[in-house]
């Protein structure tokens, strides 16, 4: 487990050095404050109606006021995905209560196939972080617990993980996954090994980010999706989008927050292919398309709201020109119908798939660069993203996805990770910079800020 204290020390002071305040000046005033107070005001009433209609369960219908579970039975998604962000707004006897309900209610002794991104994402992520936020042991006691349920996964011929795993027996299933499933699992495994003192957490999550690397073509590219028992890409389409979009994330983030020069050394023989044959210049615009893995010719021109996490990485990377330039991009495809769509052709404009399921990478790419450049541009963007969330996704009981952004149409859900990212990142971006430090944590692909406490 590298634990080189030295490189990340003068990296996380470069870094702030780079950033000294971010948007510091502008949230201070009125303005921002009223703003926090309003995205505070909104998120208490998406978790009041989950509390009051799904309490105990894993997520709100919000149309028809009824509850969902994963599974068929609950693993307390939307408590612990949505603590940290209870935590953080200051929201005290709502924390208390779902601190409490978890710690009494929360069993991973489940005979259930759990599907180990989404868990690890959502629920190793949130224990841990709201662990250290709170102190509270049993958070960490129900982490390990997890943690060690996981595990098997990792038995596969290669190392790499896969899908899906029996919290109960430890069997699994699904051989067939993708670079992010198998490469989105280190800040969290990672994490948990540094705070038990257990090598192992740790040891399984960077062979399977190695392992993936590893098997990269020769341009530099990683595939769409990859066989775990044969080491084989079934998709040799490459891009930043879902399936792929957190491997890149976490390369550098695990260099960020372990001080990894592995990761740090995988990010930088990885970014430079990214930007080549991924980027695309359209009417002098920059985006992000698709192109395959082992010639680099273009496969699609398509961008939408999961690839608008990038400008948040290429600026927290360094790269503060060309997130500048993408999220001027991001922001065309939010304006072109009020609300972005799941996916767009950057080529002709048009809506390839319509739907919005409350996604939050935007507005965390507008708080990035909010820190990054001081520029008050980019709260005037938030908070226009944030009146367009509330005036077409606000619903009677909490906040609804679109089915499409063209008519507005809703869609009876609400994902755990509006709660956990979507408000989340909004009310950073206008709370005071007190209220979170940026360069004392990383957030997981969750929003779920974890501190290099160890």
Not at 117 to 134: D, N
Not at 146 to 159: A, H, I, M, Q, Y
Not at 249 to 275: H, Q
Request: proline share 4%.
């Amino acid at each position: 487990m590298p634990d080189r204290i030295a490189p990340i020390v003068f990296l996380f002071a470069a870094l702030a050095a780079f950033g000294t305040h971010g948007c510091s000046k502008s949230r201070q005033d009125q303005h921002a404050q009223e703003l926090a107070a309003r995205v505070r005001t909104e998120f208490l009433h998406a978790w009041n109606n989950y509390e009051r209609y799904a309490w105990g369960h894993d997520a709100l219908r919000p149309l028809s006021k009824t509850a969902r579970d994963w599974y068929g039975q609950s693993l307390l998604m939307t408590p612990v995905d949505a603590l940290d962000t209870l935590i953080l707004m200051h929201l005290d006897a709502e924390a208390e209560r779902t601190r409490s309900l978890i710690v009494s209610n929360l069993s991973f002794d489940r005979d259930i196939y759990a599907k180990n991104f989404e868990v690890t994402i959502r629920l190793l992520g949130g224990l841990l972080s709201s662990y250290q936020f709170t102190g509270d042991k049993r958070l960490l006691s129900l982490a390990e617990d997890l943690g060690n349920r996981l595990l098997p996964v990792f038995n596969s011929p290669t190392g790499l993980p896969y899908v899906y795993v029996n919290l109960r027996t430890g069997q699994t299933r699904g051989p067939v996954t993708n670079p992010a499933e198998t490469g989105t699992l280190l800040l969290e495994f990672g994490t948990l090994s540094k705070l038990t003192g257990r090598p192992v957490f740790y040891e399984k999550a960077k062979r399977a980010l190695v392992e993936t690397f590893k098997r990269r073509s020769s341009l530099g590219l990683v595939g769409e999706s990859i066989n775990v028992e044969t080491g084989a890409w079934t998709s040799t389409d490459s891009h930043i989008s879902g399936g792929i979009d957190s491997y890149y994330e976490y390369l550098w983030k695990c260099w960020l927050l372990f001080g990894d020069t592995d990761c740090r050394e995988m990010w930088e023989a990885s970014i430079p292919a990214v930007n080549k044959y991924l980027a695309d210049e359209v009417r002098r615009e920059l985006w992000y398309g698709h192109a395959d893995m082992q010639t680099g010719k273009r496969t699609n021109t398509t961008y939408g709201a999961l690839d608008a996490f990038f400008p948040g990485l290429l600026a927290l990377s360094g790269d503060v020109s060309r997130a500048r330039r993408l999220q001027t991009s991001s922001f065309k495809v939010w304006n072109l119908h009020g609300i972005e769509p799941e996916t767009l052709d950057y080529k002709t404009m048009r809506v390839v798939a319509g739907s919005y399921h409350l996604r939050p990478e935007i507005v965390e790419s507008t708080y990035y660069l909010c820190h990054y450049t001081s520029d008050p541009e980019y709260q005037r963007m938030g908070e226009k993203i944030f009146g367009d969330f509330v005036k077409y996704c606000r619903a009677e009981a909490g906040y609804a996805a679109l089915a499409d952004v063209v008519t507005k149409q809703q869609l009876d859900e609400m994902e755990s990770f509006a709660l956990a990212e979507t408000f989340k990142y909004f009310y950073l971006l206008f709370a005071p910079p007190e209220t979170l430090q940026f360069d004392k944590v990383i957030f997981n692909t969750e929003a779920h800020p974890l501190k290099r406490t160890w």
